[in-house]
């Protein structure tokens, strides 16, 4: 069982994890609100109420699983 504080802490942490899954992007097709199965306006909303600005997220997508690894393609 959860305390309050530690299931908001939780909450937040999945709201940041869903952000970083997309790139910061809130909306639209791959976006952190459709990973959640929330409403864009909905999620942009908890994102307020938890203190957290989406533009602080941009960029940190996890590449894609083994494109890193493999290094450039020969033609």
Known sequence: ???EEQRR???RQNL???LE???GKVSGPGGA???L???PTTFASRLKAHG???RDHRGRAPAPRGSA???PRNP
Do not use: F
């Open 1 to 3: 069982v959860l305390t």
């Open 9 to 11: 802490a939780r909450y």
């Open 16 to 18: 940041v994890a869903a």
């Open 21 to 23: 899954l997309a790139g």
């Open 33 to 35: 609100a459709e990973r």
């Open 37 to 39: 199965g929330l409403r």
């Open 52 to 54: 957290i600005d989406p």
């Open 69 to 71: 690894a493999r290094g």
